[in-house]
């Protein structure tokens, strides 16, 4: 009995000890047709050499620093919700703008920001950690022609405070320790998609609730067997 108990608060209590994540899948997509404006850009930074900066929001607008181009702004939860995004599990795509000559970037980490109406934060920033020597991206072909996917995680607790209101935003940065290295040409650039595409269709998450009354029901059952247990004797 002890052994059931133990496994069903398991069960409630794990699924909201770990913090989400962000995952490079080392996948490269072809996505032609995603230039600016068809997308649910985030980001967007160009600069010489390195690139770094943020959008993040202020409770009225959306506060653009360093390289951050004017393409990029911050989504709310409810335009994420309007393409199918609301579960556990998204993906943000990296998309390149860089001449022939340039064979690769080099990305370190980044941050995505979780952000209730009134810019405030809803929980931890998650955090991309690229490997010591940075992540190096190959070249790209130009803004909407191809993107390498990340899939950012979300635990049950993160997803339903971040969902469970449609004005929250979503932000992100780069800092200046953290620069997107040997860039020399356009904007590169992160928007956001499900895990199937640029668009459509999230994974659905279950509800802190639904975990619940599944260990109360995994309980009954146990007490259920030791009773039948004892009847039996």
């Known amino acids: 009995m002890?052994?059931?108990l133990a496994m069903a608060?398991?069960?409630v209590f794990s699924t909201n000890a770990f913090a989400g994540s962000i995952t490079y899948t080392g996948t490269n997509v072809d996505l032609n047709g995603?230039?600016?404006?068809?997308?649910?850009?985030v980001l967007s930074v160009q600069n010489d050499r390195s690139e770094y900066g943020s959008v993040l929001w202020n409770g009225a607008a959306d506060v653009l620093t360093d390289h951050a181009t004017n393409t990029s702004q911050t989504?709310?939860?409810a335009v994420l919700q309007s393409i199918g995004i609301?579960?556990?599990?998204?993906n943000i795509y990296f998309n390149g703008n860089e001449p022939g000559n340039a064979s690769s970037v080099l990305l370190r980490d980044f941050s995505m920001h979780f952000l209730a109406a009134d810019g405030t934060s809803l929980f931890d920033a998650l955090v991309y950690t690229a490997p010591i020597d940075g992540l190096e991206i190959s070249d790209f072909g130009g803004t909407g022609q191809a993107g390498?996917?990340?899939e950012v995680a979300l635990t049950p607790d993160e997803s339903a405070m971040f969902f469970g209101n449609g004005t929250n935003r979503l932000g992100m940065s780069i800092s200046a320790d953290q620069a997107i290295g040997d860039v020399a040409g356009g904007a590169e650039n992160f928007f956001i998609g499900s895990?199937?595409?640029?668009s459509g269709g999230?994974?659905?998450?279950?509800?802190p609730a639904s975990i619940a009354v599944w260990a109360v029901g995994a309980l009954a059952v146990g007490f259920g067997a030791r009773r039948r247990g004892r009847t039996q004797v």
């Open 86 to 90: 609301g579960g556990s599990k998204f």
């Open 148 to 150: 390498w996917v990340f």
């Open 75 to 77: 989504q709310t939860a």
């Open 195 to 198: 895990i199937d595409g640029p």
């Open 9 to 11: 608060l398991s069960a």
């Open 2 to 4: 002890r052994m059931v």
């Open 202 to 207: 999230g994974e659905p998450t279950p509800e």
């Open 34 to 41: 995603t230039g600016f404006g068809n997308v649910l850009n």
